[in-house]
């Protein structure tokens, strides 16, 4: 079994303000089918499927200045399987 290659990471800092435009940008690219990642210069178009996997995990971890608080939602998918993976709903935001 190949190893898995990463195509793209980023950590950054955004404002409330800013990680929303993107997040709402990011869902219309998800509902048109196609998300294009840009950073210093090089391009990748990721199609996305009509259903995906999301796993969606929201934890706490004591620090010495606090409580780090993580939000964590991965969408993933098989490239090339056969077949659509059945939506089952789940959580919702509100």
Do not use: C, H, N
């Not at 990011?26 to 990642?37: D, H, N, S, Y």
């Not at 608080?69 to 089952?88: K, Q, S, Y």
């Amino acid at each position: 079994m190949a190893r898995s290659t990463q195509l793209l990471k980023s950590k950054d800092t955004y404002s409330r303000e800013a990680l929303a435009d993107l997040l709402a940008t990011l869902a219309e690219k998800i509902r048109a089918g196609t998300v294009t990642f840009d950073q210093a210069g090089t391009s990748l178009e990721i199609p996305i499927p009509e259903s995906l996997r999301v796993d969606i995990e929201i934890s706490d971890a004591p620090k010495r200045v606090g409580t780090k608080r993580e939000i964590e939602i991965e969408m993933w998918w098989l490239e090339g399987a056969e077949g659509e993976l059945a939506p089952t709903g789940g959580v919702t935001i509100s």
